[in-house]
């Protein structure tokens, strides 16, 4: 049992834990979000990425499990931001923080997207996703740092709320992206999304995802993500929140050495269940106290130093 307070604030938002349920994992229920928002050691919960309009995704096969991860090619599955607020109605007694993921193919869209669930009382931050790597139009967007900033300014000037930006790993541009972010007020930045990736089928000589390209998540993820976070940290003065293979407490710990003020977590839920989050903070705690720090904050971006 933890002893240690692993309380963090992160671009207003206060938390329990640094620990952040990742967009794309069980966000699609408004009932789940806040039965996870519950569970000992969640810090906060995020939405599956909502648009403006509802959208099927693609048909199956759309996950392939691989020994060091997964590929998944979902297509962003979604009811639309309308519908979405009356998932976010049913997300009774949150107990953590809910930020909302959102995209668009335009900057108009993305603007009146943010406008439709900015609005609900239940949704305590914005994350817009730039980076989805299998959707063709959102995917380019985030390699485009003055479409960001435009994006970024626009919705920060509608909303009262802060607004994080997950970012693309599929760019060499991916610190510009950060800065042009930040410079453009966003409030945090989540890095990674999944790395654009593909698998063939040898009998049948094809793509094995319908969608063809997939986003590759999970423990082969994780070096990337943390240079990213890394390199975003030395050049970027607002808050990330590391995402990307987490699969253990240290993998959370280098996450946060790096430069991480809270991290998320995504595929290691769908192998070790919602339990995962405590065993996680229970791990960061023992580190702590181990290594004779007192708070998290003790430790962000301390392997720089
Ligand atoms: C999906 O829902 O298709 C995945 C979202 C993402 O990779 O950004």
Same mark, same amino acid.
């Given at each position: 049992?933890?002893?240690?307070?692993?309380?963090?604030?992160?671009?207003?938002?206060?938390?329990?834990?640094?620990?952040?349920?990742?967009?794309?994992?069980?966000?699609?229920?408004?009932?789940?979000?806040?039965?996870?928002?519950?569970?000992?050691?969640?810090?906060?919960?995020?939405?599956?990425?909502?648009?403006?309009?509802?959208?099927?995704?693609?048909?199956?096969?759309?996950?392939?499990?691989?020994?060091?991860?997964?590929?998944?090619?979902?297509?962003?599955?979604?009811?639309?931001?309308?519908?979405?607020?009356?998932?976010?109605?049913?997300?009774?007694?949150?107990?953590?923080?809910?930020?909302?993921?959102?995209?668009?193919?335009?900057?108009?869209?993305?603007?009146?997207?943010?406008?439709?669930?900015?609005?609900?009382?239940?949704?305590?931050?914005?994350?817009?996703?730039?980076?989805? &790597?299998?959707? +063709? @139009? !959102? #995917?380019?967007?985030?390699?485009? =740092?003055? %479409?960001?900033?435009? *994006?970024?300014?626009? /919705?920060?000037?509608?909303?009262?709320?802060?607004?994080?930006?997950?970012?693309?790993?599929?760019?060499?541009?991916?610190?510009?992206?950060?800065?042009?972010?930040?410079?453009?007020?966003?409030?945090?930045?989540?890095?990674?999304?999944?790395?654009?990736?593909?698998?063939?089928?040898?009998?049948?000589?094809? &793509?094995?995802? +319908? @969608? !063809? #390209?997939?986003?590759?998540?999970? =423990?082969? %993820?994780?070096?990337? *993500?943390?240079?990213? /976070?890394?390199?975003?940290?030395?050049?970027?003065?607002?808050?990330?929140?590391?995402?990307?293979?987490?699969?253990?407490?240290?993998?959370?710990?280098?996450?946060?050495?790096?430069?991480?003020?809270?991290?998320?977590?995504?595929?290691?839920?769908?192998?070790?269940?919602?339990?995962?989050?405590?065993?996680?903070?229970?791990?960061?705690?023992? #580190?702590?106290?181990?290594?004779?720090?007192?708070?998290?904050?003790?430790?962000?971006?301390?392997?720089?130093?």
């Amino acid at each position: 049992m933890r002893s240690l307070d692993l309380s963090v604030d992160i671009a207003g938002l206060s938390l329990k834990t640094p620990l952040i349920l990742a967009s794309g994992i069980l966000g699609l229920s408004g009932r789940l979000l806040a039965k996870i928002s519950r569970a000992e050691g969640v810090g906060a919960v995020t939405t599956k990425s909502i648009g403006l309009k509802p959208r099927d995704g693609y048909p199956n096969p759309t996950i392939i499990l691989l020994p060091y991860g997964l590929i998944n090619s979902m297509g962003l599955p979604n009811p639309g931001a309308e519908a979405f607020l009356k998932e976010l109605d049913e997300a009774e007694d949150l107990s953590s923080p809910l930020i909302a993921s959102f995209y668009g193919y335009s900057v108009d869209e993305i603007v009146e997207t943010a406008r439709i669930i900015a609005k609900h009382p239940r949704v305590s931050a914005l994350e817009l996703n730039v980076s989805c &790597p299998h959707v +063709s @139009g !959102v #995917y380019e967007l985030g390699f485009k =740092p003055e %479409l960001v900033a435009e *994006a970024v300014s626009k /919705v920060k000037k509608i909303i009262d709320k802060p607004l994080f930006v997950k970012l693309s790993p599929n760019t060499h541009l991916i610190v510009d992206v950060a800065r042009a972010a930040a410079e453009a007020g966003a409030d945090g930045l989540t890095a990674i999304n999944t790395v654009k990736a593909l698998a063939i089928d040898t009998e049948l000589f094809r &793509p094995i995802l +319908s @969608g !063809v #390209y997939g986003g590759l998540s999970g =423990p082969a %993820l994780k070096p990337i *993500a943390l240079r990213c /976070v890394y390199e975003i940290y030395k050049e970027v003065d607002i808050p990330i929140v590391g995402c990307g293979g987490v699969s253990n407490s240290l993998d959370v710990v280098e996450f946060i050495l790096a430069g991480a003020s809270a991290v998320a977590l995504g595929s290691v839920i769908a192998f070790k269940g919602v339990g995962v989050f405590r065993e996680l903070a229970e791990g960061l705690s023992s #580190y702590l106290e181990r290594k004779g720090f007192r708070s998290v904050r003790e430790i962000v971006g301390l392997s720089h130093r």
